[in-house]
């Protein structure tokens, strides 16, 4: 079973980086595709970057390419998303999610786990 933990969520201002953090204290956490959604107060969770079991690919939103890198350890059962020349407009709760796939999903349908979100504010 995958048990999906974000951190690292904060305030930051605008042209500012996080990097946010997912523990799985499963025990299967190599075999699944990671994902990394968003959600703004208002609107609908969106894909914001994925990657796949082995980490061999990678998958992101256009309004987050060459900013995010999503990134994973398997050995220590963490996943990352480096935010950098961040924006008001990335300000929402973002949420660490696992998938089956065995791609880089970007359908949330894919993804089976989710974590509780950590949010991320974005200053102008």
């Known amino acids: 079973q995958v048990q999906l933990v974000e951190s690292g969520g904060g305030l930051v201002q605008a042209g500012g980086s996080l990097r946010l953090s997912c523990a799985d204290s499963?025990?299967?956490?190599?075999?699944?595709?990671m994902g990394w959604f968003r959600q703004a107060s208002g609107k609908e969770r969106e894909f914001v970057a994925a990657i796949q079991w082995s980490g061999g690919s990678t998958n992101y939103a256009d309004s987050v390419k060459g900013r995010f890198t999503i990134s994973r350890d398997n050995a220590k059962k963490m996943v990352y998303l480096q935010m950098k020349t961040l924006k008001p407009e990335d300000t929402a709760v973002y949420y660490c999610?696992?998938?089956?796939?065995?791609?880089?999903?970007?359908?949330?349908?894919?993804?089976?786990?989710w974590g509780q979100g950590t949010q991320v504010t974005v200053s102008s």
């Open positions: 999610a696992g998938s089956r796939s065995l791609g880089v999903p970007v359908e949330r349908g894919s993804y089976a786990y």
């Open positions: 499963g025990r299967t956490f190599s075999t699944y595709a």
